[in-house]
């Protein structure tokens, strides 16, 4: 679920458990790969989201952002 943006690029979502990955998280930070992405999203706060993500050194970076609908 999104909760929010700081910047261009970094978004805030919590989430339920990734088997295999991480736990639930009530506060994430993930950097969209450019703003034009993160913009063309449309989220507001509250929205459903399914993200397509990669490992990037030390973040993880959205490459695909859908809102779930």
Do not use: F, W
């Not at 639930?24 to 063309?40: C, H, P, T």
Request: hydrophobic share 40%; no cysteine; charged share 35%.
């Amino acid at each position: 679920m999104y909760e929010g943006r700081s910047g261009d690029t970094l978004m805030l979502v919590k989430h339920d458990a990734v088997p295999g990955l991480m736990d639930e998280m009530q506060s994430m930070a993930i950097y969209a790969d450019s703003r034009e992405r993160l913009d063309g999203a449309g989220l507001s706060r509250g929205d459903r989201v399914r993200l397509t993500v990669r490992q990037e050194k030390e973040r993880l970076v959205a490459i695909e952002i859908l809102k779930v609908r």
